[in-house]
Antibody, heavy 120, light 110 residues
Framework: QVQLVQSGAEVKKPGASVKVSCKAS????????INWVRQATGQGLEWMGW????????GYAQKFQGRVTMTRNTSISTAYMELSSLRSEDTAVYYC?????????????WGKGTTVTVSS | QSALTQPASVSGSPGQSITISCTGT?????????VSWYQQHPGKAPKLMIY???NRPSGVSNRFSGSKSGNTASLTISGLQAEDEADYYC??????????FGGGTKLTVL
């Protein structure tokens, strides 16, 4: 079945970087964009950006421009999201989600999330 | 890009119907038929419930329905069940981001 499997929880110090992975299975990885969405504890969903696994093209929310980098390794069907200059406000669960853009636009499959804790 | 506006909470008794609204602008909800709704239980990932305003993915109960009028989209859940208690988020394609989410609505089944 189609699924996205994310890497495990991370604890980082302020100022450090974190790289979260998202491994796709059950479909052709290069046929669907991957979006990244985060959720701070008790808060709503916040869209961070997208990546086209085929071309490597990316688009980032203005809030994260300059701090986020989305990449992929097509040989292992894995997408990555790296966030730098971490601060306490970046403590959140980070989700990857597959985007359908054929008959409409929506995110149909989500990873289970990766908890990133930023603490000194 | 500002978040879409949803009520913080709604509630209903088992068997009743409830509606959750999602208000945006002509640059997002009003400009595209690409509104989706997600259900999220505590500690779980969001689950797609409605896409492209009113379409249900395979496996989602027909008790869930979506609609849109102008800049406001709505999710209606009929025949409320205890398992429907969760947070619900709307999302829309936008002319800028391309995605924006609502602030979320906590549904309580009384």
């Amino acid at each position: 079945q189609v699924q996205l499997v994310q890497s495990g929880a991370e604890v980082k110090k302020p100022g450090a970087s974190v790289k979260v992975s998202c491994k796709a299975s059950g479909y052709t990885f290069t046929s669907y964009d991957i979006n990244w969405v985060r959720q701070a504890t008790g808060q709503g969903l916040e869209w961070m950006g997208w990546m086209n696994p085929n071309s490597g093209n990316t688009g980032y929310a203005q809030k994260f421009q300059g701090r986020v980098t989305m990449t992929r390794n097509t040989s292992i069907s894995t997408a990555y999201m790296e966030l730098s200059s971490l601060r306490s406000e970046d403590t959140a669960v980070y989700y990857c989600a597959r985007e359908v853009a054929a008959t409409g636009y929506y995110m149909d499959v989500w990873g289970k999330g990766t908890t990133v804790t930023v603490s000194s | 890009q500002s978040a879409l506006t949803q009520p913080a909470s709604v509630s209903g008794s088992p068997g009743q119907s409830i509606t959750i609204s999602c208000t945006g602008t002509s640059s997002d909800v009003g400009g595209y038929n690409y509104v989706s709704w997600y259900q999220q239980h505590p500690g779980k990932a969001p689950k797609l419930m409605i896409y492209d305003v009113s379409n249900r993915p395979s496996g989602v109960s027909n008790r869930f329905s979506g609609s849109k009028s102008g800049n406001t989209a709505s999710l209606t859940i009929s025949g409320l069940q205890a398992e429907d208690e969760a947070d619900y988020y709307c999302s829309s394609y936008t002319s800028s981001s391309p995605w924006v989410f609502g602030g979320g609505t906590k549904l309580t089944v009384l």
